[in-house]
C-alpha cells in the first residue's frame, strides 16, 4: 500500500469517535512509557505525527507535567501545539498550565529545548488553524465535534 494510502486510513481511523474515547487513556501513556525507556530518543505518536514531549508547570500543582503531543513544526524554528484533546468536550489540562505559566521545556528527536508558549488568537489564530488543518485534516473533525475554540500554541525556542 502507498504511503498516501496509510495516511489516509489513519486519518480516518483517527477521526473516529471511537478512537476519541479510547486514545486520550491509552496514547499519551505509551508514549511517555517508550519516551522514557529509550531516553528520549523515540515517541510512538511520531509513526502518525511529528511529536513533542512537553514539559509544563502544573497550574495548581506547580508541578512538572510531562505531555507526549503532536506537533507541527515549522519552518522559522518554532512548534504549533493543538489542544484538540481528541475532539472531547474540554481544553486539555496542558493548555491551562501553558497558559499560567509559558516557560515550559520539550523534548524533541531526543534533545531538551526551553520553549516559551504563546496562546495564538484572532488573525493569527485563524491562518495558523488553516495551516494546522492542511497538515492533518482529522483536526477538522475534532473542532466540529466541540462548541469550544481549540487553543492553539506556538511554541518559541529560548536560549
Known amino acids: 500500500m502507498a504511503s498516501g494510502a496509510v495516511r489516509r486510513i489513519v486519518q480516518e481511523v483517527s477521526s473516529s469517535r471511537a478512537f476519541a474515547k479510547v486514545a486520550p487513556h491509552v496514547?499519551?501513556?505509551?508514549?511517555?512509557?517508550?519516551?522514557?525507556?529509550?531516553?528520549?530518543?523515540?515517541?510512538?505518536?511520531?509513526?502518525?505525527?511529528?511529536?513533542?514531549?512537553?514539559?509544563?508547570?502544573?497550574?495548581?500543582?506547580?508541578?512538572?507535567?510531562q505531555t507526549p503531543l503532536a506537533c507541527m513544526p515549522v519552518k522559522d524554528g518554532t512548534f504549533v501545539l493543538v489542544g484538540s484533546n481528541f475532539g472531547r468536550p474540554d481544553h486539555p489540562a496542558w493548555t491551562g498550565n501553558l497558559i499560567r505559566n509559558p516557560s515550559a521545556r520539550i523534548s524533541w528527536k531526543g534533545r531538551d529545548i526551553p520553549v516559551t508558549a504563546a496562546l495564538l488568537e484572532g488573525a493569527e489564530r485563524a491562518r495558523v488553524w488553516e495551516a494546522v488543518v492542511r497538515f492533518w485534516p482529522p483536526y477538522a473533525k475534532y473542532a466540529a465535534r466541540v462548541e469550544r475554540e481549540i487553543r492553539l500554541f506556538r511554541l518559541t525556542p529560548r536560549d
Do not use: F, I, Y
Open 27 to 65: 496514547l499519551p501513556a505509551l508514549d511517555r512509557l517508550v519516551h522514557r525507556l529509550t531516553g528520549g530518543k523515540v515517541l510512538l505518536g511520531t509513526r502518525m505525527l511529528p511529536s513533542v514531549v512537553l514539559t509544563s508547570t502544573g497550574a495548581r500543582s506547580g508541578q512538572p507535567r
